[in-house]
């Protein structure tokens, strides 16, 4: 059974720092690759960035790598987005989806609808 739960959202001032968290289970990791998408208020979701946790090979979009970290905890089944000097536009809601190892030979974070599977999501507000 496919398990993610997102936490680790809150208010942030701008220029803050935060690390989201998606809990999930040992099915979900060994027939998905996982991945973080953003959906700002009154728009599409967007890919960020994923993980393989198998090998620890990552993506991540152009625009936020100089400050959003994929990583994973494999004793804890749980792959973390870190995201540093948070702006305004970061605010929104970020969802942990998985992407299906059988049909995919890397994890992708476009487009997101190849994501079969997706948590409640957690909101990011960043607001001074």
């Known amino acids: 059974q496919v398990q993610l739960v997102e936490t680790g959202g809150g208010l942030v001032q701008p220029g803050e720092s935060l690390t989201l968290a998606c809990t999930t289970n040992a099915f979900t990791l060994n027939k998905y690759y996982l991945g973080w998408f953003h959906q700002a208020p009154g728009k599409g979701r967007e890919g960020v960035s994923c993980?393989?946790?198998?090998?620890?090979?990552?993506v991540i979009a152009e625009s936020v790598k100089d400050r959003f970290t994929i990583s994973r905890d494999s004793a804890k089944n749980t792959v973390y987005l870190a995201i540093s000097t948070l702006k305004p536009e970061d605010t929104g809601l970020y969802f942990c989806g998985a992407l299906p190892r059988s049909r995919f030979g890397a994890c992708k974070i476009n487009p997101w609808n190849d994501y079969d599977w997706w948590g409640q999501g957690t909101q990011v507000t960043v607001s001074s």
């Open positions: 993980i393989d946790t198998n090998n620890g090979r990552t």
